[in-house]
Structures are given as C-alpha cells and as structure tokens.
C-alpha cells in the first residue's frame, strides 16, 4: 500500500513538474533571446535577473568574425543597348552575379545575406538560369500575359489593350501624384512644364504590371565567403522598359 503511494505520489510530482517546464525554459532562454545588436553592433544586456553569464562583444566577435554592413549601387548597361539609342520598351535579362560576386569578394565578408533590390519600377530581380533563349521564352511568356498597350512603342504592342496609367492626357490624377511629380522635380502647376512631364512619361503600364509579378528583390545567404545559389541559378535583373542604363541596390549584413 505505501509503495503505490509512493509511486503515485512520484507521477504525480512528475506531472506538476512537466507543466512547469514551459516556465523552466522561458526563464533560461529569454535572457539569451532577449539580447538584441545595439546600434553600435554590441550586445545588449538583458533586462532583469539572469543566472547566465554576460557573453561580451569581443567573445561574439571572436566567434562569429567583425560585423559588416555596407551598401553599393551597382550600374548596369543592358546588353544589346546602341549609343544614343532611345527606350522602345524591349525586355532583356541581365545577370548581376559577376558583380555580386565582385563586391562580395572585396567587402570580405564571410557569413550573412546579400540584399539586391530593383530601384526602378519597371525593372525587376530574380533568381534564375541565364540562357540567351530562356531569356526570350520570359520575354515572351509575359508580354503574351500582359502586352503592350496600342498606344506604345513596343514592336508588340497589341491593337485594342489600353491602359489607365497610359492615360497621359489625364495625369496626374489626383492631388497625390501631382505631390510626386513635384517632389521630383517637376513645376506641373505651370502649364509649359506640365506638358514637358506629359511629353517624357513612357506609355509602359504593361512593365509596371509585369514587375509586380516577378518581384523587385531578393536576399542570398553568404556562407565562408561564397552565395548560396544553386548550379546553374544566377541573380537576374529582369529589364522591362528598356533599352536604359539602369542601377540596381545591394546591401551586405554579415561578418566578416
């Protein structure tokens, strides 16, 4: 009889120390978690009492290496662009790597993510094969899923496909996008200067639109030096409003 008490009386203890357990390992890790880089990269002590010993900069250094963040705008000169040529919204792939690879070299950082992001409307980034023919299937597949409005100078434009943004004559719409034309540069409330933004602004909604679909940025994980890609995968910059010189965004956060 004392020894079924006994073991009932361990269940029972075993029990009640199990749901503690969620409390157990909050109290032991959010100490660890709650240490946040402060602005200068260094660790943050955490608030309240804590059991575990302080883990200094100069130990996270050691093991991880010297933090980095740097940022560069990469320019880039789209294949098959003539000097002086004018944009007649052609669609090219471009490949960012070398130039990723590049500046991750000379940054030396070892471990972290490389961010690449599109600092144009009508340009896109992704992660792909660059292939000279697979290059016109996308130009293909995307104009077919969103051509070129009649009125643009696309050699695809497509007679009866009209779009609001290509509504020029009726730009700017609205007290907000007259703000943006001003804030860039533009005294649209004189007419002359009206006329003159009127004139530059490309009948290209079919771009925008397509951008949106293949997305304006992408992250790459870095490990010993080297992107994390696959063999035959390259960062691409997809132009959809082109022949331009274009720049694209890349920020390194890591260590080095």
Known sequence: MT?????????????????????????????????????RNQFMAPRGPSCLHETSASAVNAALGKPLCTYQTITIQPSGMNEGELPRQAVSVEDLTPDLKSFLERSGMQNGVIN?????????????????????????????????DERSSSEKRVEGVRYLHNDIGERPDGDEEAQRCRDNGWDIDDSEELQKWRN?????????????????????????GEMVIGQWQSVLMVDLDGPRTRTVGVQLMGYA
């Open 3 to 39: 020894g079924d008490l006994e073991r009932r009386g361990n269940r029972e203890l075993t029990m009640m120390m199990m749901s503690y357990l969620p409390l157990i390992l909050s109290i032991a890790v959010l100490p660890i978690a709650g240490r946040a880089f402060s602005s």
């Open 116 to 148: 690449v992001i599109s600092r144009h409307t009508t340009t896109a980034i992704t992660i792909n094969e660059r292939e000279s023919r697979l290059a016109q299937d996308v130009e293909d597949f995307f104009l077919k899923a969103c051509p070129p």
């Open 200 to 224: 530059q602004e490309p009948i290209n909604a079919h771009s925008h639109l397509i951008s949106m679909m293949l997305g304006s940025s992408e992250s790459i994980p870095v490990v010993d």
